[in-house]
């Protein structure tokens, strides 16, 4: 059986881990989460360290 991840939403990660409002919002949009998006910690804060290092004309690859 699966263990259960802890999720939790992607404004209180963003507040908890104290992410600026302009990374948040390219962060959802990078991500193509929507407001009120259930995510894990380890998720959101890989996502938003790959977010940070990505070329921007690349597209986040």
Avoid: C, R
């Amino acid at each position: 059986m699966k263990a259960k991840t802890n999720l939790t939403s992607i404004e209180e990660l963003k507040k908890k881990h104290k992410i600026s409002q302009p990374v948040y919002i390219g962060l959802k949009i990078y991500k193509k989460w929507a407001d009120g998006k259930k995510v894990s910690e380890k998720e959101f804060l890989d996502a938003a360290k790959k977010f940070l290092e990505s070329s921007i004309d690349k597209g986040g690859e």
